[in-house]
T-cell receptor, first 112, second 111 residues
Framework: DSGVTQTPKHLITATGQRVTLRCSPR?????VYWYQQSLDQGLQFLIQYYNGEERAKGNILERFSAQQFPDLHSELNLSSLELGDSALYFC???????????FGSGTRLTVV | KNEVEQSPQNLTAQEGEFITINCSYS?????LHWLQQHPGGGIVSLFM???GKKKHGRLIATINIQEKHSSLHITASHPRDSAVYICAVLPTQGGSEKLVFGKGTKLTVNP
């Protein structure tokens, strides 16, 4: 167990639907990052939250949104899903200056 | 051109061989990570480097900041080392804390 918990591990849903992915960071880590890994694009940064506030944004689609709650867990919301959104979604957390990055085990999203 | 380049893309070795995976990057960085991803998806952070060399068991990672290059070595390779190894850097520009990834090296170690 890396200390970063992601749920669910697998998700199968239909096009047009909306899903929510959840991430609990390692204890003491204030930053949460969301990454998407698709077969043709590799790992891509989506968004970062630090202590509840958005810190940096990558190539995140407008159909996607995220937030970090007061208890520091984060949710990634994906809406109007398309087949191309099928990918592994990873969450990572860091208390960067001290302990580097820790990745969760990922959520495999399949859109059918 | 990608900011992070890894070589080789694919590597097949026999059990017991010494393995080297290389990573070159083109931007100033504050740290470099080596990550391991097994089939089935989970990512494990192996090393975080900002200078010099680190060793953990049979794994050794080195970095040369001046040459913008890092290597990951595996001694006495074993089939359980079969995985994708990913180099990722933390650019200093803009005070970013987000990783930039290489495309990975797929390692297969045959018994």
């Amino acid at each position: 167990d890396s200390g970063v918990t992601q749920t669910p591990k697998h998700l199968i849903t239909a096009t047009g639907q909306r899903v929510t992915l959840r991430c609990s960071p390692r204890s003491g880590d204030l930053s949460v990052y969301w990454y998407q890994q698709s077969l043709d694009q590799g790992l891509q940064f989506l968004i970062q939250y630090y202590n509840g506030e958005e810190r940096a944004k990558g190539n995140i689609l407008e159909r996607f949104s995220a937030q970090q709650f007061p208890d520091l867990h984060s949710e990634l919301n994906l809406s109007s899903l398309e087949l191309g959104d099928s990918a592994l979604y990873f969450c990572a957390s860091s208390n960067y200056r001290e302990r580097g990055y820790t990745f969760g085990s990922g959520t495999r999203l399949t859109v059918v | 051109k990608n900011e992070v380049e890894q070589s080789p893309q694919n590597l097949t070795a026999q059990e017991g061989e010494f393995i080297t995976i290389n990573c070159s990057y083109s931007v100033g960085i504050s740290a470099l990570h080596w990550l391991q991803q097994h089939p089935g998806g989970g990512i494990v952070s192996l090393f975080m480097l900002s200078s010099g060399k680190k060793k953990h068991g049979r794994l050794i990672a080195t970095i040369n900041i001046q040459e913008k290059h890092s290597s990951l070595h595996i001694t006495a390779s074993h089939p359980r080392d079969s995985a994708v190894y990913i180099c990722a850097v933390l650019p200093t520009q803009g005070g970013s804390e987000k990783l930039v990834f290489g495309k990975g090296t797929k390692l297969t170690v045959n018994p």
